[in-house]
């Protein structure tokens, strides 16, 4: 669930990203690749080799949220 903030901070990852990674293989590319705190207030958006889906990554208080969307 996205918070009512005034600001929201998304991080688009380019490049395509293997989307049988779940949490933890998509926290590890923020982690060890892009040098940034998962647990943090941005959103990290994921696409596809074809770019037909998309993962975002959102932490919460107290887990993540991974939201999934193949687009049509």
């Known amino acids: 669930m996205f918070t009512a903030s005034s600001q929201l901070n998304v991080t688009l990852i380019c490049g395509p990203t293997d989307m049988r990674k779940a949490i933890d293989g998509l926290c590890n590319i923020v982690a060890y690749d892009l040098e940034k705190e998962p647990c943090s207030e941005h959103i990290f958006v994921f696409c596809g080799r ?14 993540f949220w991974l939201h999934y969307k193949r687009l049509e």
């Open 50 to 63: 074809a770019r037909d889906k998309i993962k975002i990554l959102q932490w919460s208080n107290n887990g």
